[in-house]
Nanobody, 125 residues
Framework: QVQLVESGGGLVQAGDSLRLTCTAS????????AGWFRQAPGKEREFVAG????????YYPDSMKGRFSISKVNALNLVYLLIKSLEPEDTALYYC??????????????????WGQGTQVTVSS
């Protein structure tokens, strides 16, 4: 089974851009769909972005369209999340997720089998 480790979080200024990285190991990551979620303090975890196993199709909830971009690089076992024009409201713990079906079903958590530990993003105004 695959293990996921997120990196790239930190303290940034509003308006900055940030790229988060999810490194996968232990499985044929090219067969897994991948996604990003986030959880802000006191809030439920929410879906940010997803992609199919080959990375060719991407999915975003309406609230995330425009500033968030997911990309999957199977040759490197990596998934990136680029966030532009960061806002204080983007402050959250960002999680990488994967499912072994390789299909993007939805942003609901029960469609995702594997999770990383998260990387913290804090945006100051």
């Amino acid at each position: 089974q695959v293990q996921l480790v997120e990196s790239g979080g930190g303290l940034v200024q509003a308006g900055d851009s940030l790229r988060l990285t999810c490194t996968a190991s232990g499985g044929p990551f090219s067969e897994y769909a991948a996604g990003w979620f986030r959880q802000a303090p006191g809030k439920e975890r929410e879906f940010v972005a997803g992609t199919t196993k080959n990375g060719g199709t991407t999915y975003y909830p309406d609230s995330m369209k425009g500033r968030f971009s997911i990309s999957k690089v199977n040759a490197l076992n990596l998934v990136y999340l680029l966030i532009k024009s960061l806002e204080p409201e983007d402050t959250a713990l960002y999680y990488c997720a994967a499912n072994s079906d390789g299909i993007f079903y939805s942003g609901r958590e029960y469609h995702w089998d594997y999770w990383g530990q998260g990387t913290q993003v804090t945006v100051s105004s």
